[in-house]
């Protein structure tokens, strides 16, 4: 029996709304025992005899009463966006349309709508026609991009390709600021030890580089690093590996949104020049997650990733004209993610998606100079995109992890914590476009409130 859709999204809408009113700031209050209590409270039987037609209203209300809310201006802890509208009314659609990306009967519209959107986000990445550092420096082939649950994945993908090119002792090379799904994806695929440089400064020396051991090596710098925003030197690390005919992939996932921005898409420079790009929607893009791509730069690369299955991509159904979807991603069924890309892109436009990714950067500059003119506070250093990293002055390290979980406790504010230069900070991770200079002024004094003096 289908229910009309329309009451029950009135239901949702006003159980979002119960929720955060109870909730009353950007963490629910108590900590994990009092979240796990309500929650419970909350559900009661799980498989009840008789079914709750009260459970949608209750389980919403509860959940949104539970949630960090990245839509309140003192939730910075991570690289946790506030959805646009728009994109969250159409991966509404998504769920009730239902497709699945693994063949196209399955999804005709939507696997044509992905397509044509992920090549233009690669071209976005690589330009018409892309030239660079790297052992595909020359390659006259088009680039293109897949979808993925998000940077973990897109990585993943990357050294996959990285061992499908140069064999299975490619080994990778990345900076210790590098994402932890790097290293982590080289186990899982059983690749070599990877090589892990030192960055006591936060971003890959290019000179470190010099001293690697030859052989098939998978260089990966970063784009904006988790912990304190950085971008490493990409035109001269990209250098390095034309030179020593390394394959070169780099980590966007947080840095890939300034490409919308004329003001800034300057600092990514050198990105043209890899074989592999991670990028990631579900940041510096507004979206509902999981909206992340991984870039190629030669479309040819992803040869690696062709399968077949007689029920999804028969080979006479191919050789026929039915597109084959099997080899554009590892996962099997899969949403079609790019309707709330494709119809943010199109909505928002570039100016409007580069004013977004100005007004979160020019935020962290605000708050930088707060905390910097702050005689209680020490600022790490000035913000490269949109995460600020701040101490109380004169603090242990016991005393900063101690502020932030009492903070988080109170459900008061959400900050998160990143070691740099050997110390303990907090981490502001400014992504909400909407919050205003009061805002960073009331998040700061929070903080100077809760410090031990």
Request: aromatic share 2%; glycine share 8%; with cysteine.
């Amino acid at each position: 029996m289908h229910t009309p859709l329309r009451p029950l999204l009135d239901t949702v809408l006003d159980a979002l709304e119960e929720g955060t009113r109870l909730r009353g700031g950007p963490l629910p209050a108590g900590g994990p025992p009092k979240v796990a209590e309500r929650v419970r409270a909350a559900v009661g039987d799980v498989l009840p005899d008789e079914g709750d037609p009260e459970a949608l209203r209750r389980l919403v209300s509860a959940v949104a009463e539970g949630a960090a809310d990245p839509a309140d201006p003192l939730c910075a802890a991570h690289l946790h966006c506030p959805p646009l509208a728009v994109a969250v009314a159409a991966d509404l659609a998504v769920s009730v349309l239902n497709p699945s990306l693994d063949s196209w009967d399955q999804a005709p519209a939507a696997s044509e709508l992905e397509s044509l959107v992920t090549r233009h986000l690669a071209r976005e990445v690589y330009g018409e026609t892309p030239r660079g550092a790297g052992n595909c420096a020359t390659s006259p082939h088009r680039p293109e991009a897949l979808i993925t649950t998000g940077g973990t994945e897109s990585n993943q993908l990357a050294l996959l390709l990285a061992r499908e090119t140069l064999g299975p002792d490619v080994r990778l090379v990345c900076g210790e600021n590098a994402h932890h799904s790097l290293p982590r994806s080289a186990w899982l695929m059983g690749l070599p030890e990877p090589l892990i440089v030192r960055t006591p400064h936060g971003i890959l020396d290019p000179a470190a580089l010099d001293k690697i051991p030859p052989g098939p090596l998978l260089i990966a710098a970063t784009a904006g690093t988790t912990d304190a925003g950085l971008i490493d030197p990409l035109p001269a690390i990209a250098a390095r590996c034309a030179q020593r005919g390394a394959r070169l992939h780099i980590d966007a996932a947080y840095g890939g949104g300034l490409l919308f921005s004329d003001q800034h898409r300057g600092k990514l420079e050198g990105l043209a020049a890899a074989d592999t790009v991670t990028l990631d929607l579900h940041k510096l893009g507004w979206q509902p997650v999981a909206a992340g791509l991984l870039a190629v730069r030669d479309a040819q690369d992803l040869a690696a990733l062709t399968h077949r299955a007689d029920y999804l991509n028969a080979d006479d159904d191919t050789e026929a004209g039915l597109p084959d979807l099997l080899g554009r991603s590892l996962r099997t069924t899969r949403r079609p993610d790019i309707l709330k890309i494709a119809v943010t892109l199109k909505t928002l436009g570039r100016t409007g998606l580069g004013a977004l990714v100005d007004q979160v950067c020019d935020l962290a500059r605000q708050f930088a100079e707060l905390v910097e003119d702050h005689p209680r506070f020490e600022l790490h250093a000035p913000p490269t995109i949109s995460t600020v990293l701040f101490r109380p002055a004169n603090a242990t390290d016991d005393a900063v992890a101690a502020v932030r979980r009492k903070l988080l406790t109170d459900g008061r504010a959400v900050l998160g914590r990143a070691r740099a230069a050997n110390r303990l900070w907090l981490k502001a991770t400014l992504l909400n476009p909407t919050t205003r200079p009061a805002d960073l002024a009331g998040l700061l004094h929070l903080v100077e409130g809760t410090t031990p003096r």
